[in-house]
């Protein structure tokens, strides 16, 4: 499994752009293949704050997703509504057997 946060620090005049582009990406991308989870949410300390959290089942899907030109349009929407540069990380997982 594939783990990706990021993280982006919105302009507070653009915030209500920022929040809108995001749950249309997020909800898009839920549909697309190998998507587990695919989340947007707001720092409580800090609203102008946006965190994504996403699971993907490989790097197969998440490499088809970056490629999918509305994830493009996204990044590009949502950096124009960001005060710094957007930061995302990567993580390879597999979940603990109980």
Request: charged fraction near 25%; include cysteine.
């Amino acid at each position: 499994m594939i783990i990706v946060t990021g993280r982006v620090s919105v302009r507070p005049d653009r915030l209500d752009d920022a929040l809108q582009v995001s749950l249309e990406h997020v909800r898009r991308s839920r549909a697309e293949p190998g998507c587990i989870v695919h989340s947007v949410h707001r720092d409580v300390e800090d609203p102008n704050v946006l965190v994504f959290f996403e699971q993907w089942e490989d790097q197969d899907a998440l490499s088809a997703h970056f490629a999918v030109p509305e994830s493009l349009a996204f990044v590009t929407a949502l950096s124009e509504c960001a005060a710094k540069r957007p930061v995302m990380d990567l993580y390879e997982a597999s979940p603990l057997e109980s």
